[in-house]
């Protein structure tokens, strides 16, 4: 699974010439898919944050793999964010806030 996140993102991180390995990636949720991504992330030796509802599992995917947690995504500083991985289902009803769409984010 992580091969199939990873191989996207960078890909679009070239396109949109962020060759730099500068800047943070965004995991929302924290099952499986997040850990695939989070490993995914940590491949491309980015910033990795994790945000999730129940923040103890977001930070036990943190913690291993070298991340650090948000628990407001209202209040979160996204200056250097270059993508957003949502592993959450489609029918959570769940919105991104808009400022995080201030940069170019790539959205996966």
């Known amino acids: ?3 199939g996140i ?3 993102i960078q890909e679009r991180l070239l396109a949109l010439q962020h060759t730099s390995r500068k800047g943070t990636i965004l995991i929302i ?3 499986g898919t ?3 991504a989070a490993f995914a992330v940590q491949q491309l030796q980015m910033k990795l944050v994790v945000y999730n509802r129940t923040k103890s599992k977001a930070a036990t995917i943190a913690d291993d793999f070298g991340g650090v947690v948000v628990d407001n995504l209202e209040l979160f500083d996204s200056k250097d ?3 957003i991985i949502s592993t959450v289902p489609s029918n959570a009803q769940f919105e991104l806030p ?3 769409f201030r940069n170019q984010v ?3």
């Open 1 to 3: 699974d992580w091969i």
């Open 6 to 8: 990873l191989r996207p």
């Open 29 to 31: 949720g924290a099952g």
């Open 34 to 36: 997040a850990r695939a």
């Open 81 to 83: 964010l270059r993508v």
């Open 98 to 100: 808009s400022h995080l």
């Open 106 to 108: 790539m959205c996966v």
